[in-house]
């Protein structure tokens, strides 16, 4: 598939980005679960934080396959990045753009493009919080074990079941200054720098005016948002499968085991041409969808496809890249154990692999 | 599914049952948290019997029968890899002390052992040489009454919480793997440190070191049999102990399943069928590898002569489908696998290390397929004689 010229450009741009700033500081930030606040400025200062954001609003306005392509060439160094500023676009700017009020968007589009504001997102398949009216406003209580981007104390999307209806859902942005607490636990098995926090929502009040639509239209809000988005964390997978691939191979090379590099024997051969089948057959598809959205064409069984194979294969690959690397990719000092861990966490993003399955089955079947 | 088990195997594995449910879950999250060895814990297993089990009957131990290794073994896993680890490394060390070494030896080192008074470790693996285990460049040069030791050796578990080790050295480097010679090595031996600790993805509750040695002088009544039979008598050993391995990822297995079916019924999720598929696979699996990995070990026990081929089976099968069952369990929980809470993650980090210790499972596929290669050899030979 070719990626025009824009995209090229910004392929080669982000590589460079990431090879001479990123590369340096991963082990330091995983080591030490840190969020990376002055590189994300810095991508904030390239464009990417507002990628998906319209000119109007004084975005990049990018098309989705330009940021797709930005994530998987970040995600080959450091996917605790690439997610930052995914969650960012697609699940908290994306939401508000396409279905917030004026009010919302000029609230929060333009510092979430300058980078003054991280906006963050509380994942569905953990969420164990309700919300309720008063009448006037919406009170959420309860918790969420994982809530991406929520180091400090910036704002994030929010999608809560609303007590006393059958499966309406609040879709609505919790700001920052609301009353709650964020825990570090520390908690996650992967994406360790990506500011993951457990939220305990402190009868958190949601005024009208931080809702993402109507009430009732809140599932409509949650499916479209997941759409897109999981187009971009398929790109990640992609991202993260080619980096452990690129290791891999440069490891195999490097490793004499029998007089020779044990690139050199059929069994890690073999791993190889599975690894670069199957990342290219993702890459393709997760361009394929984006494509497909950027021309307004159905893309949800593309999309659903992408997430659920690059899924698979960025499981695998990095499964199978600490095979190759043998005992020394069952430690910390290489880096295959962090993408096989950081995988197994994009992977559930967006939904479960099964959910996937059921999308492609549905839209398949027709 | 039924196995037979005998009255005393039966009450071993019900031992076995209560200590890891009583002793080790309660203190498996903070051990893999801290990435600490959980001393107190293999002091007490031992107390309870439960290193015995290792060791021959002679020497103050129950039979150093496979089955019972792997009964015990699996339970312990089944709740926690790292502590199974942490227990089983025992087994791998003393091993060869316990077929291979000197009456004198035997009676000197394997009782204390066989009680937990002493922890034993082994010491193979080095930088360079991994999965080609005979180009280890460790030497032992003899010194009047001693073997002077030089060289590191990586990976070693339990190696900085034993007390006894029995290690592989070159007496002569122009034989290779035949000038390859084994010798017991006790931690206060001048010359044996500890060098840098590993930080694992998994099975953190076994520590992971170095171990380094500089001119070590070792008795050389300390030599294990005969010089250059060392690499003969540590392929022998692992013939012996990879169903060991097979049990720990099974165990593993086996507690993901238990796992992901608790929270599969918990969740509702049992009248679908895309769940049902993947408890289903996980079930026959699990049970296949039990099945595999007992009727190995039964066979060892036996005195089944060349076991090399099913024991490789019996460590490469339950280890992939440990990895398969803990990655299907965190798929199939979706979010609430990632998050150490729910154990699973836990489960799949332990799981990884099967693959790969004790020989990987690649090695394991060759050492399959050396032993196909002479049974075609034979099949080949046996037709043309019949024609």
């Known amino acids: 598939m070719n990626l025009n010229q824009e995209c090229v450009m910004l392929k080669s741009e982000l590589k460079k980005f990431t090879q001479q700033v990123i590369l340096d500081k991963v082990d330091e930030f995983e080591k030490t679960c840190s969020f990376p606040t002055d590189n994300i400025q810095k991508l904030a200062d390239m464009g990417i934080l507002g990628a998906l954001v319209p000119e109007t609003y004084d975005g990049a306005g990018l098309d989705l396959i330009g940021f797709v392509v930005s994530l998987e060439e970040m995600s080959k160094v450091c996917a605790s990045t690439a997610s930052i500023v995914a969650t960012h676009n697609a699940f908290f700017i994306y939401p508000i753009f396409k279905h917030g009020s004026e009010e919302l968007k000029k609230k929060y589009l333009p510092p979430a493009v300058t980078g003054e504001v991280v906006g963050g997102f509380a994942c569905i398949g953990t969420n164990e919080a309700k919300a309720a009216s008063n009448g006037e406003n919406y009170v959420i209580t309860g918790a969420n074990p994982l809530v991406f981007n929520a180091v400090s104390d910036g704002p994030f999307t929010a999608f809560v079941p609303i007590s006393g ?81 690129d290791e891999a191979i440069k490891y195999g090379k490097e490793r004499i085991q029998f007089n020779q590099p044990i690139i050199n024997f059929g069994m890690v051969r073999e791993k190889v041409a599975y690894m670069a089948t199957h990342i290219e057959a993702s890459r393709q598809l997760v361009y394929e969808a984006a494509m497909l959205y950027d021309t307004g064409k159905n893309f949800h069984r593309a999309a659903a496809m992408a997430k659920h194979l690059a899924g698979q294969t960025a499981i695998e690959t990095t499964n199978q890249a600490i095979q190759i690397f043998g005992g020394y990719g069952y430690i910390r ?34 | ?142 010194q009047g009454d001693f073997y002077i030791l030089n060289g590191v050796k990586q990976f070693i578990s339990n190696s900085c919480v034993s007390d006894v080790f029995t290690v592989l050295a070159s007496t002569d480097k122009s034989r290779g793997a035949r000038g390859i010679s084994a010798f017991i090595v006790e931690k206060d ?117 060349g076991c090399s081929k099913e024991s490789s089976f019996s460590k490469v099968y339950p280890s992939d489908v440990a990895m398969k069952v803990a990655l299907e369990a965190i798929k199939l929980m979706g ?53």
């Open chain 2, 1 to 142: 599914m039924e196995y037979f088990l005998t009255d005393a195997e039966k009450e071993l594995k019900n031992k076995a049952r209560t200590i890891a449910e009583t002793l080790v879950r309660p203190v498996r999250d903070e051990f893999d948290i801290k990435g600490e060895f959980p001393m107190d814990l293999v002091k007490e297993m031992g107390k309870q019997g439960m290193l015995k089990i290792f060791i021959p009957a002679e020497y103050g131990g129950t039979g150093a029968r496979i089955m019972d290794m792997c009964i015990a073994v699996e339970e312990v896993a089944r709740v926690c890899g790292g502590a199974a680890t942490a227990y089983a490394v025992g087994a791998l060390g003393s091993g060869p002390i316990s077929f291979f070494a000197s009456e004198e030896q035997k009676k000197k080192y394997l009782p204390s052992i066989a009680t937990g008074e002493k922890l034993c470790a082994f010491g193979l693996t080095e930088a360079q040489a991994g999965s080609d285990a005979a180009n280890i460049q460790t030497t032992a040069q003899k």
């Open chain 2, 189 to 305: 031996y001048p010359g044996l440190s500890y060098g840098k600790e590993e930080n694992k993805l998994g099975i953190r509750a076994s520590v992971t070191t170095e171990l380094v040695f500089e001119n070590c002088k070792v008795p050389k009544e300390n030599l294990m049999g005969k010089e250059g039979l060392g690499f003969i008598y540590t392929m022998r050993n692992f013939d012996r102990a990879r169903p060991g391995v097979g049990a720990i990822a099974l165990g593993i297995a086996q507690g993901a399943f238990e796992d992901t079916l608790d929270f599969a019924y918990q969740h509702s999720l049992l009248e679908d069928q895309y769940v049902q598929r993947i408890i289903a696979d996980m079930a026959v699996e699990v049970e296949a590898a039990r099945a595999l990995t007992y009727a190995t070990a039964r066979m060892i026990d036996a005195g089944v002569k």
């Open chain 2, 335 to 387: 979010p609430y696998g990632v998050l150490r809470e729910n154990y699973i993650e836990k489960r799949l980090r332990d799981a990884k290390i099967t693959q790969i210790y004790e020989g990987t499972n690649e090695i394991q596929r060759t050492v399959i397929a050396l032993e196909l290669t002479k049974e075609a050899s034979s099949r080949a030979k046996n037709k043309e004689v019949s024609s």
């Open chain 1, 333 to 366: 000092d290489y880096p295959v154990e962090r993408f096989f861990r950081d995988a197994q966490v994009v992977n559930v993003i967006g939904g479960t692999p099964a959910m996937h399955k059921e999308i492609i089955a549905k839209e398949t079947i027709g």
């Open chain 1, 165 to 245: 209806t059958d499966s309406n859902i609040l879709a609505c942005v919790v700001d920052g200054g609301s009353a709650l607490e964020r825990e570090d636990t520390n908690a996650s098995l992967g994406l360790k720098s990506a500011g993951i926090r457990r939220i305990v929502y402190r009868d958190t009040t949601i005024g009208s005016d931080s809702l993402i639509g109507s009430p009732e239209k809140g599932i409509t809000v949650l499916n479209d948002t997941h759409d897109c988005a999981i187009i971009c964390f398929a790109a990640i997978l992609v991202g993260i499968a080619q980096g452990a691939l």
